[in-house]
């Protein structure tokens, strides 16, 4: 089992639906979790980070759930630049290690007109 | 910008040969790190660097070496390419609040090619 899992997709909706995401991780004893975005042929780049309390970001709101270990990504009335590749990202705990970055496979958005 | 860049972006070689990608940074930051990129398995890390001759193996270091003399460049090497090793590779810069939190900042990319 892989320790960060999304659902690839692709996940193809209209301009102005709503969509949501979700990623699920395997390692209780994580600590931060993040979104990163990643357009075609590019670089990925951070999105957004989740809190505990869960967060919003103007269209953008991530939830996470520590009990049942996962973390949610929902994106209102989208837009067609919203076209992307939707990475989890989880920060595992370790004692004295800098790779701590776990990156999930990514999910794809096509929104269409 | 983060101030990172990759070259070269793009690659074609053979198997057998070897094959050096250097990731260039402006930030002065301290944490370099490798990954490669492939379908259905997301991310995974190659190499990283603490610092300016310490570098540590990630989860797919098999058949890749790194060296950092410069806290700017930091250099992947196949010493041997094999087909497996066709990927895109990034590299990626982390400031020292960023390794405890996960914000990294990528590079654009090399496209290797091995036949």
């Known amino acids: 089992r892989k320790e960060v899992e999304q659902d690839p997709g692709p996940f193809n909706v209209p301009e102005g639906a709503t969509v949501a995401f979700n990623c699920t991780y395997s390692n209780s004893a994580s600590q931060s979790f993040f979104w990163y975005r990643q357009d075609c042929r590019k670089e990925p780049k951070l999105l957004m980070s989740v809190y505990s309390s869960g967060n919003e970001d103007g269209r953008f709101t991530a939830q996470l759930n520590r009990a049942s270990q996962y973390i949610s990504l929902l994106i209102r009335d989208s837009k067609l630049s919203d076209s992307a590749t939707y990475l989890c990202?989880?920060?595992?705990?370790?004692?004295?290690?800098?790779?701590?970055?776990?990156f999930g496979p990514g999910t794809s958005l096509s929104v269409i007109p | 910008d983060a101030g990172i860049t990759q070259s070269p972006r793009h690659k074609v070689t053979e198997t057998g040969t070897p094959v050096t990608l250097r990731c260039h940074q402006t930030e002065n930051h301290r944490y370099m790190y490798w990954y490669r990129q492939d379908p259905g398995h997301g991310l995974r890390l190659i190499h990283y660097s603490y610092g300016v001759k310490d570098t540590d193996k990630g989860e797919v270091s098999d058949g890749y070496s790194v060296s950092r003399s410069k806290t700017e460049d930091f250099l992947l090497t196949l010493e041997s390419a094999t087909s497996s090793q066709t990927s895109v590779y990034f590299c990626a810069i982390g400031t020292a609040q960023g390794v405890n939190t996960g914000e990294l900042f990528f590079g654009e990319g090399s496209r290797l090619t091995v036949l």
């Open positions: 990202v989880v920060n595992r705990a370790r004692k004295t290690s800098y790779d701590k970055v776990i």
